[in-house]
């Protein structure tokens, strides 16, 4: 059955590319991103996909499309669900998810021959019988859904039923990502965050193929995950945040929730415990960890770099062991960062000594190390991940470590402050965020290649991006979203598109169209004068 639907149209879509070739989006002109009829171009979507075919007819979603799965293909038939979840209330059909055979509709196909795909590529195939989405992994057809509902207009996103017709162009995509990893951090700690936030964001992150999460859990202001050898770590650590509001932590329960729904999203949860410094919540619930034996006050400041675990007490690294085992066993993913920013307070000596006995208990409890790039000052372990923060500031002998642990062998997330820090503010006049690292417009943010940015850095010691999102003056969804968005789908562009495909004069208008999406999803966003919006 799937066999005599796909062929005819494989062939037809073969036919197609002779006749048209191989388009990049990322090279076609800005005027095609809104077509006359309503119907977003193929291939008009962030991340822009490795390779376009546009052709042949649309299809057209009605009151009897189907979204067809595979006989016993569990995750098959969640992801369908989940885009059914999105369809229904805006278009306001019964959109069945089902196993039956069939040959129209949409098809959400898993395929293990499919190699070329990869753990997150997808192929997408549109024509007037329907839309096929395949992929080797789960993983990929969570993402090939993720350009379905982009390549329907904008009101699909509303949660109340709108007008159609509902139109996704004809022809076919491969897309592969161009790096593994694509991440978003928060910041609960300096504000802290409920789960149902947290979900909110993960659903805008994985919208634009983001998939992973980096929780930063732990800091002066607060300690955001209940550990059971450490109590009063949660309950008393974590009860306030920047300004002295009562803060939060999350139960165990609640972090697995978190990694659960990330995870039927594809995104990977990586829990951070920032140490030795940003350490002055942990130091505040318990006496003992401090070298002169005084608890210090909880803090709700904004200041960095104070406090410090005390390298040469035994109990420091019961602590540090008993918090990795806890948090190691809750996380299924495989990396946990063990932070090593502006750990001011800790002599360099003692650093290189806290990190030598501290990377150890994280591979001990099944876990690879991922720490801030001050860790290339030490011995960072093998297999070791730094994230680079720096910026057009930092000096050329803080690059040059870095670039000499990467030609060594470590992996680099980069994170310039100054292009990816999702808290800097755009304009002098944003009411919201830090400017240390200088404005970061949304020109400025996507402006820059991964591969060639921190000179000297082969390619392939870039293992992905990420985008932070500090929250010392951040404290609710909507702030969130003002910060995140625009900027966030530009870095994860960076993260997924081919180099080939970066140009912002064409990546400006796709992101225009993204404006009546946010708004249909009652998000909020920055409407940067560097964007063409459309007239509202
Ligand atoms: C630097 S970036 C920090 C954080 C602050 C942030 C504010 C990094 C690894 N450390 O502690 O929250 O600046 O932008």
Redesign the pocket.
Known sequence: MRQQWTTPRLLGSLLLVAAVGISCVGAAPAGEAKAASGVVPLGQVIPAPAEVEPGGSPYEITSRTRIRVEEGSREARRIGEQLAGVLRPSTGYRLPVTDEGGGDGIRLELSGKAKELGAEGYRFASGRRGVTITAKEPAGLFHGVQTLRQQLPPRIESDSRQEGPWQVAGGRIEDTPRFAYRGAML?VS?HFFTVEQVKRYIDQMAMYKVNKLHL?IS?DQGWRIAIDSWPRLAEYGGSTQVGGGPGGYYTKDQYKDIVRYASERYLEVIPEI?MPG?TNAALASYAELNCNGVAPPLYTG?N?GFSSLCVPKEITYDFVDDVIREIAALTPGRYLHI?G??AHSTPHEDYVTFMDRVQPVVAKYGKTVMG???LTGANPAEGAIA?Y?GYDQTGQAERDQVVAAAKKGTKLVL?P?DRS?L??KYNKDTPL??A??GLVEVDRSYDWDPGTYLAGAPESSIFGVEA?L???TISTSKHIEFMAFPRLPGIAELGWSPASTHDWEAYKVRLAAHGPRWDALGMDYYKSAKVPWPAS
Request: hydrophobic residues 30%; aromatic residues 18%; glycine residues 6%.
């Open positions: 910041d300096r930063h800091d920032d940003h904004t960095v932070g920013d502006e801030w790039h001050q994230q923060w994170s402050a820090y808290d800097m965020g830090l240390w690292a932070p500090w929250s010392e």
